[in-house]
């Protein structure tokens, strides 16, 4: 473990300042992911700069009726704000999946957002990721991906995939569902940056999983507001009851008159390097009949480009029609609790 | 010979919390890495990244330069150790690697900070030789081993299976697999360790099973008298056997006190360190097959195992020997088969042998009442033999029948439709299922203890001292044994004060085997016995004497085995395959139960260590690079409270002289022997799908 200098700025445009002159430095929050990643190697910074107290700790009412959350909030404070769990019950019901207690209590809504990816081979410095270190190769891609991606992460000429890693947050789930925007400040100002276009597909350069540039900060999340998210439900299945990372968790939000879907959000978690918002499935939905087998055949518009990773080591196959099956059964509960 | 005398139970018996569970609970009692000692110095060790090979070269100049780092041990420098007899404790000899994950190093430094950052930039270039790293039958050259843990016959044959099983009516065979498991106790192996060179003795905190055992294998491999090596162990946070043997962590810790004489080596492991340094549970494929009447009166029982073992150290697991007491056959046989690998050394996890071999045998034997058309409990108890099926031997007491019924009645099994696949609640198929359960009364001699009477003249109050060094890895022994202690002084228990876990007592042998309260209870009563025959009923103040455990003469003529069958109510989500365990009773037949409270949490947690067997524990050994890749406890998943339902153990009196004077059976690990089956034949009867394999996952129930 690297010793490390710790920076407490006043502001955060100092914070901001900090690291986007030292190449060095990075942004420390609740500490929860990048503290064990000090402790494994797989994170060597030199300055931590400590922005707990620089960004807003509110969940604030917007004009337009959306809510506004402070980049340091805690998990547990937002999937515990009431104004949360009427509007966006997905969300409240993602955090409350995520994690344990005593994390959620220390993890904040940046950090959330920003935590890396699972991978086995990614925490460990012993093995080849080129997410780690660009251009060593990927462990994974022959090896145990049981929490790795099916979907989005594309071949290169050479018909190798650079990284298939999955993005493990829930929270993020849900806020691409409801077309969350997250904003920034950073060195060259502040910018929002829809959450639909934050997160980056590996393609060959894994080593960056959002666009977030050099230095920026994330200081807030934006939920606009969002009738049909307040009829939402957040589904995740993992490898035991409470505690584990998803294998697949969907995000939905559906409308429903008559029998008849007339509109749907629809995300999945556990399955792409970020959040993975399953617009397909969504047009499919849109005006069909709400049955089984609209479900069915939502997951599997959505699921045509999947790509699941045979391997010796434990492949992932069986993500295909657990989606499937996770999807369909979250739809079906949804509609028929409307009902 | 006529029937033993046993002790008349007044303290054992009745309900009692641990005696040290406020000092727990409080924070105060001293775990191994936890005693304040001056000066500590922190290890951190370099451990090998290639499975086989050999080093063959070492630059350490960077890790020295680390700010606050006092040393730095390689194979280069170490000092020799005296038995280089067992390659598991040759640590730092020489260059050869046997696993990934062996010690090439280690660093010393002030802060753990500086000894993990020195150890980071330790340079190891290797040359790598071919290797396997998984098992697999048909890769490999399959050995039968001498014998199989810990003296076992490897292969047992009773008439002739191959011809039964020919001409029976019914047929079952099949192939069953559990993964590899780690033991992952809380508390990860610690050790503090001092040298002092002066007269050359070592000091050792250290969280183990048996500080008597630590103290000779450490004498043996440093070639020192046992005299000169103290081994304090006062609290253990949990072991699951895997504290019960000495391992390379301790030998490090003393090779690296010898560089910094007087000053105190802390070196307790990370999660990840326990995946490649402590032990495990080996693989094991099952093949089993029975052959039954249309009744399902079994003629033939035949359970050939194939399991790893280590080039480093051979441990031979005894899969199979569960199939050699439980259920009457004429014709029978057992087998075990090796396949040597380039892993880390397996040894003792909870239940080794009986744990892995009960879900092959009691899946088998669900899948025989299927095919026979036969209620589970009801083909149990049609094969109960008279005695031992193998040795013959009558059981000094065997309860099995009893505790199906038992079982059955408070599960409300009468109710049950044998259909599979019949009953959707909610989205969730719904099954029961029932398993046997054994586990062997062991007691092994070697403990001694010493008891001491005082009466202070000031208040008169009397007051007793217990001493042995045993261990309490969190069971309660060291309340138990003051229980016993008390009715066999014929006092008050609560003038009876217990210390173990040290070695300045008389030595005690290894918490395992679920053997320690047989073992050390026996050795405390026989010198309770002895300090009233010698000192009578009004004893002096400072009064004491010495006793040991005695050789169970009625091992001889009797079989000896605790008994108990398991029962689980399944759900299984229909679309996502999910599995949850909303119900499991566990009714044991397992001599006196010696105190209700510890003896529950024991038979509770075995079953939910099954049940995490059953359903999560699953070490990923890549082949490639020849590690557990998911080596952490984020990744390796264990149940959590929320996979524990509503999970109740009770048992039935049973009263057995012959076993030792307590009259009281091992009840350590026959909770989890049987429970990763009982939850796999719930989950075929809820869903019609047979999972032949542990852990069972979302994979086995989707389309
Ligand atoms: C055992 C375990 C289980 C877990 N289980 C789950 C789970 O089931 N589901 C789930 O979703 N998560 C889970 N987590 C992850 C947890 O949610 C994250 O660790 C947490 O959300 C990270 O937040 P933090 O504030 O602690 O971030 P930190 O660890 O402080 O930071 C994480 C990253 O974000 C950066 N960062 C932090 N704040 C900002 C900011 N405002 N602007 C820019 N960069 C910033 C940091 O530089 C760092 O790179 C688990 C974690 C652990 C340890
Ligand atoms: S999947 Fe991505 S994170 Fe994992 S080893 Fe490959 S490159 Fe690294």
């Known amino acids: 473990m690297r010793p490390f200098t710790h920076l407490r700025p006043d502001t955060a445009g100092d914070a901001v300042a900090t690291v986007a002159a030292d190449p060095d430095a990075v942004f420390l929050a609740g500490g929860t992911n990048l503290v064990d990643h000090l402790k494994l190697g797989v994170a060597t910074p030199g300055t931590l700069v400590d922005v707990t107290g620089l960004t807003s700790t509110a969940v604030e009412d917007l004009p337009d009726g959306g809510l506004r959350v402070g980049a340091g909030v805690r998990n547990s404070d937002l999937a515990g704000d009431p104004r949360v769990r009427r509007a966006y019950p997905a969300l409240a019901a993602a955090l409350l999946a995520g994690a344990s207690g005593q994390l959620r209590n220390m993890a904040t809504t940046g950090g959330n957002l920003l935590q890396r990816t699972r991978c086995a081979y990614f925490q460990d410095v012993t093995t080849p990721c080129n997410k780690r270190v660009p251009g060593q190769g990927c462990a994974a891609r022959d090896g145990w991906t049981r929490y790795h991606a099916i979907l989005g992460a594309a071949q290169d000429s050479a018909g190798l995939q650079h990284c298939v890693a999955a993005h493990p947050s829930d929270m993020a789930v849900p806020m691409l569902a409801f077309d969350a925007v997250v904003r920034l400040t950073g060195p060259d100002g502040d910018r929002a940056v829809p959450i639909t276009e934050f997160y980056r597909l590996p393609g060959d350069d894994p080593s960056r999983d959002t666009v977030l540039r050099r230095g920026e900060l994330i200081t807030a999340v934006d939920l606009p507001?969002?009738?049909?998210?307040?009829?939402?439900?957040?589904?995740?299945?993992?490898?035991?009851?409470?505690?584990?990372?998803?294998?697949?968790?969907?995000?939905?939000?559906?409308?429903?008159?008559d029998g008849t879907v007339t509109d749907a959000r629809v995300a999945f978690g556990g399955v792409a390097h970020g959040p993975w918002r399953a617009t397909r499935a969504e047009d499919v939905l849109r005006g069909a009949p709400a049955t089984d087998d609209t479900y069915r055949a939502a997951a599997d518009a959505e699921l045509a480009d999947a790509a699941p990773l045979d391997t010796d080591v434990g492949g992932n196959a069986f993500k295909v029609p657990l989606l499937r099956g996770t999807l369909t059964s979250t739809l079906r509960t949804l509609v028929e609790g409307a009902a | 010979m006529s029937t033993p005398e046993m002790l008349t139970p007044r303290a054992m018996g009745t309900p009692r919390r641990r005696v040290e569970g406020p000092a727990k609970v409080t924070g105060t009692a001293r775990y191994a890495a936890e005693h304040p000692l001056d000066r500590p110095v922190h290890l951190h060790p370099v451990?090998?990244?290639?499975?086989?090979?050999?080093?063959?070269?070492?630059?350490?100049?960077?890790?020295?330069?680390?700010?606050?780092?006092?040393?730095?041990?390689?194979?280069?420098?170490?000092?020799?150790?005296a038995d280089t007899s067992d390659r598991e404790f040759t640590v730092l000899q020489d260059d050869e690697i046997g696993f990934r994950g062996q010690y090439v190093g280690a660093v010393l430094a002030d802060t753990p900070e500086a000894a993990r950052e020195g150890a980071d930039r330790v340079e190891v270039t290797y040359e790598q030789d071919d290797f396997r790293a998984v098992l697999d039958p048909d890769a490999g050259e399959l050995y039968a081993p001498d014998a199989v843990n810990p003296a076992f016959a490897t292969d047992s044959v009773i008439g002739d299976a191959d011809a039964a099983l020919g001409e029976a009516e019914v047929v079952v065979d099949a192939t069953y697999t559990t993964a590899t498991t780690h033991n992952n106790p809380l508390e990860p192996h610690s050790s503090i360790v001092v040298w002092e060179p002066d007269g050359g003795r070592f000091t050792i905190f250290d969280s183990t099973q048996g500080v008597s055992t630590t103290r000779s294998n450490v004498a043996t491999v440093f070639g020192m008298d046992e005299a000169d090596v103290d081994v304090i162990s006062p609290h253990v946070g949990g072991g699951f056997g895997s504290k019960g043997n000495l391992h390379a962590n301790v030998v490090l810790a003393c090779l690296a006190a010898r560089r910094v004489p007087g000053r105190p080596v802390k070196y307790p492991l990370t999660r990840q360190q326990m995946f490649s340094l402590v032990g495990y549970r080996t693989p094991t494929i099952q093949h089993v097959r029975l052959g039954a009447t249309r009744e399902g009166r079994l003629s033939a029982l035949v359970h050939d195992v194939v399991e790893q073992t280590s080039r480093t150290k051979e441990f031979a697991e005894q899969t199979a020997t569960y199939s050699r007491s439980v259920y009457a056959a004429p014709h029978r046989r057992t087998t075990h088969r090796l396949d040597m690998l380039d892993v880390p050394v397996p040894s003792w996890m909870r239940a080794p042998g009986e744990c892995p071999g009960s879900f092959a045998a009691e899946v088998a034997m669900d899948e025989l009442a299927v095919a026979c058309d036969v209620d589970p409990v009801e083909l149990r108890i049609r094969n109960e033999p008279d005695a031992d099926p193998e040795t013959g031997k009558p059981f000094s007491s065997r309860h099995l029948v009893e505790c199906l019924r038992r079982g059955a009645d408070r599960f409300g099994w009468s109710r049950r439709d044998p259909t599979p696949r019949a009953r959707l609640v909610d989205g969730w198929w719904s099954g029961t299922g029932v398993a046997a359960s054994a586990y062997p009364t062991n007691r092994s001699p070697g403990s001694g203890a010493t008891i001491r009477y005082h009466r202070p003249a000031a208040d008169g109050a009397e007051h007793w001292d217990v001493e042995i060094a045993a261990a309490d890895i969190g069971t309660g022994a060291r309340t138990v044994l003051g229980q016993i202690a008390a009715d066999a002084l014929g006092v008050d228990v609560d003038t009876v004060e217990v210390t173990v876990g040290d070695t300045a007592v008389p030595p005690a042998t290894v918490a395992g085997g679920s053997s320690g309260t047989a073992s050390w209870g026996s050795a405390v009563v026989d010198a309770a016995q002895r300090f009233r025959a010698k000192y009578g009923t009004d004893p002096s103040d400072g009064d004491e004497i010495e006793g040991a455990t005695p050789e169970n003469d009625w091992s001889e003529h009797y079989a000896?085995?605790?008994?108990?069958?398991?029962?689980?109510?399944v759900l299984v989500h229909a679309d996502t395959g999910e599995v949850r365990v909303p119900r499991m009773l566990g009714v044991f037949a397992a001599g006196r139960i010696l105190n209700p409270v510890t003896a529950r949490s024991q038979f509770i947690g075995g079953m939910t260590m099954g049940l995490s067997m059953a359903l999560h524990e699953d070490s990923v050994m890549d082949p490639r690079s020849g590690h557990v890749v998911n080596h952490d406890l984020a990744n390796y998943h264990i149940a959590s409270c929320a996979d524990v339902g509503d999970m109740d153990a009770e048992w039935i009196d049973e009263e057995d002289p012959y076993v030792n004077p307590m009259g009281s059976k091992g009840i350590g690990e026959i909770g989890i022997v049987g429970a990763a089956a009982v939850v796999a034949n719930a989950a075929y009867h809820a869903t019609g799908v047979r999972v032949r394999s542990a852990p069972m996952l979302v994979d086995h129930f989707l389309d």
């Open chain 2, 47 to 81: 451990l090998a990244t290639i499975p086989r090979g050999r080093v063959t070269a070492i630059d350490t100049s960077a890790a020295e330069a680390v700010d606050g780092v006092v040393a730095v041990l390689t194979t280069r420098d170490a000092d020799a150790l």
């Open chain 2, 560 to 569: 000896m085995s605790a008994f108990g069958a398991q029962f689980a109510e």
């Open chain 1, 225 to 257: 507001p969002s009738p049909i998210a307040a009829r939402s439900t957040y589904r995740k299945v993992r490898d035991r009851a409470s505690y584990a990372f998803a294998l697949v968790s969907v995000a939905a939000a559906v409308a429903v008159e």
